[in-house]
């Protein structure tokens, strides 16, 4: 079992290459649409529109935030109106996205700064911001590509990291677990696994190899491709999606959880 530690080794190779690739594939979705105002079925209460919105002011909040460095509280951005006419919101995107990149480039993946996700793996870098915004842009595109009715596989490379990424990020916590002690696995099915470890202590997540996946039996598992896996985790696909093993309960405890209340 390898621990998932705060360091060089969690980083997918190329995060900036791949937040550009989404972010293009994620305006071609956009400028395909017959019509902004469509609500997007992943997102109940956005339309295309509003997803557009969200994603550019995710792009320079964060941008802002790499900039302010290692501070004692959020960075705040000025607020920028985003158009509503289709051209000139696919610029504002592109322009947003830039910002992000710039600021990226700029102060290097070791860079500390801010982070919602203080007492999970994740560290509270720049670096770390990439890796998240990567899966960012990726869930998305594919919120997009629905709308259109035309969702893509997830690339792998964004999908392989996304599972990891999402369980040290998002799942991964010093709050007491709320429940009986658990151990969840994932894996996926390009022949990566990963372990949730749910107690008092909170939840911890480690990659297993190929020997010690088997070694000690998880209350629950789920198996799908590492896209599924992704997605699954974002709530964007049903529950049968993917092949659940074991205690199904866990999941939707899982779901359920906010460490933060």
């Known amino acids: 079992m390898t621990d998932i530690r705060r360091d060089e080794d969690s980083r997918i190779p190329g995060p900036l290459r791949l937040i550009d690739e989404r972010s293009v594939a994620f305006r071609a979705a956009v400028a395909a649409a017959p019509d902004l105002d469509a609500r997007v079925p992943t997102c109940p209460d956005w339309t295309l529109l509003d997803l557009v919105h969200h994603l550019g002011t995710v792009h320079r909040r964060w941008a802002a935030v790499v900039a302010v460095g290692p501070a004692d509280s959020r960075a705040t951005t000025a607020a920028s109106e985003a158009p509503r006419e289709r051209e000139a919101l696919l610029a504002w995107s592109a322009e ?132 599924e896996l992704v997605l699954f985790l974002y709530s964007r696909v049903p529950v049968d999606s993917v092949k659940l093993e074991g205690d199904r309960r866990l999941f939707d405890q899982l779901f359920a959880w906010d460490p933060g209340a």
């Open 96 to 227: 947003s996205t830039q910002q992000l990149l710039g600021a990226l480039r700029e102060f290097g993946p070791d860079r500390g700064c801010w982070t919602w996700w203080g007492d999970s793996q994740s560290p509270q870098t720049s670096g770390a911001v990439a890796r998240h915004q990567v899966q960012e842009v990726t869930v998305h595109t594919y919120d997009a590509q629905i709308t259109l009715g035309d969702p893509r596989p997830l690339p792998e490379e964004a999908a392989l990291d996304g599972v990891e990424e999402s369980l040290v990020t998002c799942c991964a916590t010093t709050s007491a677990w709320p429940h009986e002690p658990a151990v969840v696995d994932y894996h996926a099915a390009e022949g990566r696994s990963w372990r949730v470890e749910l107690s008092a202590a909170g939840a911890r997540s480690t990659r297993l190899s190929a020997t010690t996946a088997g070694e000690s039996p998880a209350d629950a598992s789920a198996r799908a491709t590492a896209g």
